[in-house]
């Protein structure tokens, strides 16, 4: 048994001699001098040899290591002055053409990469590329003090230590900080800011999402920004929401900079507006608090306080315009307001709101599901609807509860077919077309898949349903899709859009339908009621025709046109007279007495004339070119690009801060769930504000 053991230890060591004189060191220099006896240490990212100096006599050894030559160096020093004089000032380079025989042994030029590229990454940027991997992968803090992860770290640098828990923590506090102050920068270099507003609910937790967004004056791209994502806690009442958003507001000082709020429909935000926002009939915000607190109490006369959160409201003329006008003194409200303890409205919990938006993408779904409902009241329509859908339900719901039947629609139609969800109407849509355009493929593949899935045949009446139901609905999906953009998308977008669409619907009623005509009167008439009041709103008119792409093409009228020519040229004369106003102070206060000429400036005809001639000018100039989507042109038309800024900075939906929390659903993942409110909004800050710390 011992000469066995013996034997293999011999044959062993002849092994590794055997590939140890196949063996070099990665540096020709040195190759010349030493020679590689045995392995000592192989890691990843670096060897240890024994190594014998060639010059020397008898059996010392010396150890050198491919991180570094000083072993070497220090011997040849001292013991081969001569030798070391000669190499000293020979740039010592690793062998690129040092292949080693044994595939088996890793390559030292391999390793020797490795360590050069270890050697020269700093720590903090080690530090900075965790972070940024934590952050950006949505993986736990806790990961620093894994004993895995250091052990990967160490294997590949191993000089450099893993940032401590603590550590970064620091530094994520660190870049929120930087990330604020860039923000509140950001903000205050700009004019018009506006906002988008919403609640949000996960783990049983409950948060309001407020994201900030304004046009760059430089290039006109719309900038976008995550605010706050605060923790909300009891009731949502409507008082609660205007604390929250009113206090975000505040401390990024945009108050007086908010041209609009755009939230959904929900019961609680439209109250919170109605009693505390802007409702006057300036196209700029209000900055009185007196008279914005004033007009709140008479506002809330005889309002109920709304318990239910989040519930859709009908937007019926009676909930925007009162039936008349009751002139109250003074003196009674101030009165009624301090004898009245229980009054919900006492002075210290006035808060302050931007003019309000209702989210037009809501609007357009409460369109589609609420108001579409009405063309069951014609019976062929009722009959063949609930019948296709019947089957078409039958589908979907198969696929999203059996594993066995999703195999089946796999295997015989070759994809899953797309299924809706019950918070946007557009994905219904999406997945009735996905399913027409299956069945016109291949039906004789579609009708094999029903019948194994045990669902009844799509008969002719049911795919020409389907057909002129999505025929029907295509322009409102298109228009869903359109307002819902983010980065290219302008409050002038809205009016166009809308007119569009109950275009589209017009011309749908000319063709002969056997079953959607009932859908598309409903639909006509939901987009009517709900959108009315706004395409008179005189803010949105201007938004729309200061628009290079749209200007008056999307108004038919010319009666109408004409009025919105007016009010254009209305705003663009208010920009040019505040901009006058504003030169004419800075050069009152930089002159003289002796230069001041109180004639000049008591007397306006004239200067009333070179302003009606520059916008006249710029005017003529906007709507002699075609429509395009091009924004620099407003470059050639400093005033009109002004209007433009201050008009188009709202969005027509807040479908942005709804992207916000699908983001916060994967940062707050199931094993991520105790994470605390304020790490939350901290990484939720970080993450969606790459643009203002990276």
């Known amino acids: 048994m011992t000469t066995t053991t013996s034997k293999s230890d011999e044959k062993m060591d002849e092994t590794i001699e055997t590939q140890c004189e196949t063996l070099q060191l990665p540096w020709n220099t040195y190759n010349k001098h030493f020679k590689v006896l045995k392995i000592i240490e192989d890691k990843f990212s670096y060897m240890k040899y024994y190594v014998k100096c060639l010059h020397c006599v008898g059996p010392k050894t010396l150890s050198a290591d491919t991180r570094s030559t000083s072993n070497l160096r ?6 081969h002055k001569s030798i070391f004089d000669n190499i000293g000032n020979e740039t010592i380079g690793k062998d690129s053409n040092i292949i080693k025989q044994d595939a088996n042994l890793p390559s030292p030029n391999k390793k020797s990469k490795l360590m050069s590229g270890q050697l020269t990454l700093k720590e903090s940027i080690l530090d900075t590329m965790i972070q940024k991997l934590i952050l950006n992968q949505c993986l736990p803090f806790s990961l620093v003090e894994s004993d895995d992860f250091k052990l990967l770290i160490q294997e590949g640098y191993p000089t450099l230590k893993v940032i401590s828990r603590p550590t970064l923590m620091k530094r994520f506090d ?21 906002t988008t507003v919403d609640c949000w609910s996960i783990f049983k937790r409950s948060y309001i999402g407020i994201t900030g967004h304004w046009i760059n004056v430089s290039t006109l791209e719309r900038v976008s920004c995550l605010l706050a994502i605060r923790r909300l806690e009891g009731k949502h009442s409507y008082d609660v929401l205007a604390k929250s958003m009113e206090s975000v507001y ?49 506002e809330s006369e005889g309002e109920t ?32 307001v301090e004898n009245n303890s229980d009054n919900d409205l006492e002075y210290d919990h006035c808060y302050v709101l931007p003019k309000h938006h209702r989210c037009a993408a809501h609007t357009l779904n409460l369109v589609a599901i609420k108001d579409s409902e009405s063309a069951l009241n014609n019976y062929t329509y009722k009959k063949q609807s609930r019948a296709t859908f019947a089957k078409l339900n039958g589908i979907f719901n198969k696929q999203n509860r059996s594993t066995q039947f999703v195999d089946t629609i796999k295997n015989t139609i070759g994809v899953y077919f797309k299924t809706p969800n019950v918070t946007r109407w557009n994905s219904l849509f999406d997945s009735v077309r996905f399913l027409l355009s299956h069945y016109k493929s291949a039906p004789p593949k579609f009708n094999s898949m029903c019948d194994e899935i045990k669902i009844t045949r799509f008969n002719k009446n049911d795919i020409e349903f389907i057909e002129e139901y999505c025929a029907v609905m295509e322009p409102l999906a298109v228009s869903l899709d359109i307002l819902q953009g983010d980065h290219n998308m302008y409050f002038g977008f809205l009016l166009p859009t809308i007119t569009e669409l109950l275009l589209k619907i017009e011309n749908l009623k ?34 729309s025709i200061s628009h290079p792409f749209f200007k008056t093409a999307w108004i038919s009228n010319t009666e109408k046109k004409n009025e919105a020519i007016s009010l254009l040229r209305e705003a663009v004369i208010s920009a040019h007279s505040n901009e006058q106003d504003n030169i004419d102070l800075n050069k009152s206060n930089n002159s003289s007495d002796e230069d001041k000429d109180v004639s000049t400036s008591f007397f306006t005809w004239s200067q009333k004339k070179s302003e009606n001639v520059s916008v006249e000018n710029e005017l003529n100039e906007f709507f002699k070119k075609g429509p395009t989507k091009k924004l620099n042109v407003l470059n050639s038309m400093p005033t009109l690009k002004k209007v433009f800024i201050q008009y188009n900075t709202p969005l027509p939906s ?41």
């Open 305 to 336: 306080e709304i318990l239910n959160e989040h519930v859709d409201e009908e937007l019926d003329s009676e909930n925007h315009m009162s039936e008349g006008v009751n002139m109250i003194p003074i003196i009674d409200i101030l009165n009624s």
């Open 174 to 194: 660190n870049n929120v900080v930087d990330v604020l102050q860039n923000l509140k920068k950001e903000m205050s270099l700009v004019n018009h800011v506006t």
């Open 654 to 694: 807040s479908a942005a801060v709804e992207r916000v929390f699908s983001v916060g659903g994967a940062v707050l993942s199931k094993k991520r769930g105790k994470m605390n409110d304020d790490n939350f909004e901290k990484t939720m800050i970080l993450k969606s504000n790459k643009d203002f710390w990276y």
């Open 250 to 298: 505040t401390e990024f000082e945009i108050n007086n900079k908010i041209s609009y709020s755009t939230t959904d429909n929900g019961s609680n935000f439209v109250k919170s507006f109605k009693v505390y926002g802007q409702n006057d009939e300036d196209f700029l915000p209000v900055n009185s608090n007196l008279n914005s607190f004033v007009h709140q109490i008479i």
């Open 510 to 543: 000319l063709k002969k339908m056997s079953y959607c005509n009932p859908l598309l009167i409903a639909l006509h008439h939901g987009i009517s009621r709900r959108f009315g009041e706004l395409m008179h709103d005189k803010f949105l008119i201007i938004a």
């Open 74 to 79: 220090k011997h040849l020093a001292s013991q």
